[in-house]
């Protein structure tokens, strides 16, 4: 293996990458949010972003590997159909912008995701299939443009009905596909070269193996520290990639 390649895949982004997928695959999220800003510092958000792509195809391959027999597939055709044309949409509208740019959006994304997600839970609201495919098309898009959103996706899915096995595998199902969409718009646009998709494969190993850790883990943890947990990835990400965008 191109000495270039491990230069780049450094022990402590694998670290962070085995600790980002064990966390996925306990709540269904997180992944991206921890890793995502340590990328950003390492290669710029132009390189980390189609490799955090890459690395989250097969961290979603994992989740959906673990939980398989418990997919809600009506639940998934209502998503995934309208979230993959908006994820190339998505994906297309971010390789126009500045770098400085998407490392202030990114970081203000995740910061408001915080307010975002305890407004969903607080009103407990109830989806249907059809308006699980406009939250598809909404999350989708937003998806390919800053890459993370887990913690809208999940709490989308929760309102459909779904929790613990079920939710996990049928987000994951849902993500592998848009993601999936998202790196084949990467490579047809020129922005995802051999090099750079390696570099997602080494990473994406490392959250493939947390994915499996954290389905021992994912019955354990109870509601409050999830959210806690999940409000603290965001908070650290997102003054993570603000303080990248103006070093």
Known sequence: MPAEILSYASLFTLAVGLIAGTVGGVVGTGSSIMLLPVLVWSFGPKQAVPIMAVAAVMANLARLAAWWREVDWRAFL?????????AMLGARTLLQLPAAAIDIGLGLFFLLMIPGRR??????IRLGLWQLALAGAAIGFLTGLV??????????????????GALLSTEA??????????VGTFRSLGAMPL?????????????????????????????????????????????????????
């Open 119 to 124: 407004w969903l839970a607080a009103r407990q």
């Open 78 to 86: 209502a998503y995934a159909l309208p979230g993959i044309p908006a």
């Open 147 to 164: 890459l993370s959103t887990g913690p809208l996706s999940v709490p989308a899915f929760a309102a459909y009905g779904l929790s613990k």
């Open 195 to 247: 090099m750079i998709f390696a570099k997602g494969l080494i990473v994406g190993s490392s959250l493939m193996l947390g994915a499996f850790i954290g389905k021992a883990l994912v019955r354990r943890m109870d509601e409050r520290t999830f959210r806690l947990l999940l409000d603290g990835m965001m908070l650290l990400s997102g003054l993570f990639l603000l303080l990248a965008a103006f070093r």
């Open 173 to 182: 199902a849902t993500s592998l596909f848009i993601y999936l969409t998202k």
